[in-house]
């Protein structure tokens, strides 16, 4: 299990990179015309990268106190980046507004992973 955590870790993290330079470089005549939107895709990027690397942190929970609070961490976080960054980015990429509320429950998600990584912690 450690391994998928460490593979999808690292795409995540790949495309967190990617997405930012995106963002940067290839929307910027696009943010001219939608300003506010730019702070939605950088908050996106962010937790994309943030939960990217926790997916590393659960990799390793998972080698040290193995059991379901440190898969479910895991199973969390990946979940928490295609919800609320995969909301938010299509929310900019096509400006429709109600995307927005998906993203909470990314958010969500991104909670209950870090509980449990917690818990695997505590319980181990």
């Known amino acids: 299990m450690e391994r998928t955590f460490i ?10 990179v990617g997405a930012g330079a995106f963002g940067a470089h290839g929307l910027s005549s696009y943010f001219a015309q939608y300003p506010a939107l730019k702070d939605t895709f950088a908050t996106a990027v962010r937790y ?8 590393f942190a659960a990799a390793w929970v998972v080698t040290r106190y193995p059991g379901n609070w440190s898969h479910w961490a895991g199973y969390l976080f990946t979940l928490g980046i ?3 960054s995969g909301s938010l980015y299509l929310l900019v990429l096509t400006n429709t507004r109600w995307l927005g509320a998906i993203t909470p429950l990314g958010g969500v998600a991104f909670l209950a992973g870090w509980v449990c990584l917690f818990a695997a912690a505590w319980r181990g």
């Open 82 to 84: 295609i919800l609320f």
């Open 48 to 55: 994309h990268l943030i939960h990217g690397l926790a997916l």
């Open 7 to 16: 593979l999808l870790g690292a795409a995540f993290m790949f495309l967190a």
